[in-house]
């Protein structure tokens, strides 16, 4: 099967023939019979000098779908950036859930307050006794608290 990033098949990216199945060489078709052992050679040959020629290409159109595809993911998120000391609520998720709460209950907690930046994205929270929560919370679950 053809991979859709590289329209290429993988048999023939690596040999650059076309792969037949068992029932063309036991059963003989027309592409079959009319293949001899020169003209093959000569095709081989041939292939084979523009065979890296066309991995460089299935190279750039994986590339250009991975980068599609980031672009689109890119589009639908929402950066925020938060300082040391701003109020923020956090999303609740499954297992910081309380055990029978039901659906109703509020998908989000605190406030909480920001006390450091450990990396891009990523933040250490405490709450309005100054006690630090225990690991780190991503931008991801967290919305800015207005009073």
């Given at each position: 099967?053809?991979?859709?990033?590289?329209?290429?098949?993988?048999?023939?990216?690596?040999?650059?023939?076309?792969?037949?199945?068992?029932?063309?060489?036991?059963?003989?078709?027309?592409?079959?019979?009319?293949?001899?052992?020169e003209s093959n050679n000569e095709a081989m040959l041939i292939n084979l000098e523009l065979l890296?020629?066309?991995?460089?290409?299935?190279?750039?159109?994986?590339?250009?779908?991975?980068?599609?595809?980031?672009?689109?993911?890119?589009?639908?998120?929402?950066?925020?950036?938060?300082?040391?000391?701003?109020?923020?609520l956090r999303k609740v998720t499954q297992n910081t859930r309380e055990l029978n709460a039901g659906?109703?209950?509020?998908?989000?907690?605190?406030?909480?307050?920001?006390?450091?930046?450990?990396?891009?994205?990523?933040?250490?929270?405490?709450?309005?006794?100054?006690?630090?929560?225990?690991?780190?919370?991503?931008?991801?679950?967290?919305?800015?608290?207005?009073?």
């Amino acid at each position: 099967m053809a991979k859709s990033s590289t329209w290429e098949t993988l048999f023939s990216l690596v040999y650059d023939a076309k792969a037949l199945i068992p029932v063309e060489v036991g059963e003989p078709t027309l592409r079959y019979l009319q293949a001899s052992e020169e003209s093959n050679n000569e095709a081989m040959l041939i292939n084979l000098e523009l065979l890296e020629e066309r991995r460089d290409l299935a190279h750039i159109r994986m590339a250009a779908q991975k980068h599609r595809m980031e672009r689109c993911y890119n589009q639908r998120t929402n950066l925020r950036y938060f300082k040391v000391g701003d109020l923020v609520l956090r999303k609740v998720t499954q297992n910081t859930r309380e055990l029978n709460a039901g659906k109703l209950t509020s998908t989000l907690e605190g406030p909480y307050r920001i006390s450091a930046i450990t990396s891009k994205g990523s933040y250490k929270l405490e709450n309005h006794n100054r006690d630090k929560l225990p690991s780190n919370w991503n931008v991801a679950h967290l919305k800015k608290y207005y009073c």
